[in-house]
């Protein structure tokens, strides 16, 4: 039986004396540890599929420092799934102890396979996915970031009918998957703002395979110079956030976001009177490998 959540509260955060918007938090990321956040909205759907069809191994991919990885792991162990990781780069199979997100997905049961990152470029492809599907019969297969169909059905429960009344509903991008649901789910008359945490234009058409409505724009600006790119001034923010709204923000998504958000506000993007929702897509077990590569650089630690 696949485990149902009670939807998450919106907090309302602190913004500038005379910003004269309301912005407010979904804490998504509070609903699990470790399934949190859009990871349980887009996981929801596909393990009650898996479940239909009576296969007992969940077959997923990323890299070393994956929230879905974790995710995916952590579902498999709460729900009797065995669980595989085909994990992007082949040096990272001696590694494990020393990455918080494999160490912890391990601990979860997990197998992996490490595997280079060329033949990880090919993981979509049909040969490769045949090969894997020989390796592991019976398994059910979950891309990368979880983003399919059945994940936008999850996602599509993320906004409520107390929402309707905010103007703008803002969100971290990464596959596409979560913002896809939030267009879907929303009254015609809010606006949909995606905040990408990569750079590229492919975004846009990965969404517009899954959205059906038109009410949505990409903030590109806030990528800090793509996936998991970070600097002093993100860490700075981040730190500042928790201290003044005590709310941890990962620094891949949801710390990029908020800091758009901020951005744009002290720049008077959102019209005055604007009712602003931003989506905490959790994450934040991602916290301890940044700091690690952090550290390595002498940077500032996220606290």
Known sequence: MIFQLENSLNEQIKTPKNSGVTLCLKREDAIHPFVSGNKYRKLKYNLIEAEKQGLKTLVTFGGAYSNHIAAVASAGQLFGFKTVGVIRGEELANKIVGNATLSYAQSCGMEFRFISREAYGNKTTPGFLKSLEAEFQKAYFIP???????????????????????????????????????????????????????????????????????????????????????????????????VTNNIALDPVYTGKMMFGIADLIQKNYFPKGSKILAIHTGGLQGISGMNTVLKKKNLPLIE
């Open 144 to 242: 990368e970031g979880g983003t399919n169909t059945s994940a936008i059905r999850g996602c599509e429960e993320i906004l409520t009918p107390q929402d309707a009344d905010f103007d703008y509903i803002c969100c971290a991008v990464g596959t596409g998957g979560t913002i896809s649901g939030l267009i879907n789910s929303s009254e015609k008359s809010q606006q949909i703002l995606g905040f990408p945490a990569l750079k590229g234009d492919f975004l846009q058409q990965d969404i517009s395979k899954f959205a059906n409505q038109t009410n949505w724009s990409l903030i590109t600006d806030y990528h800090f110079g793509g996936y998991a790119k970070i600097n002093p001034e993100l860490v700075s923010f981040i730190n500042e956030f928790k």
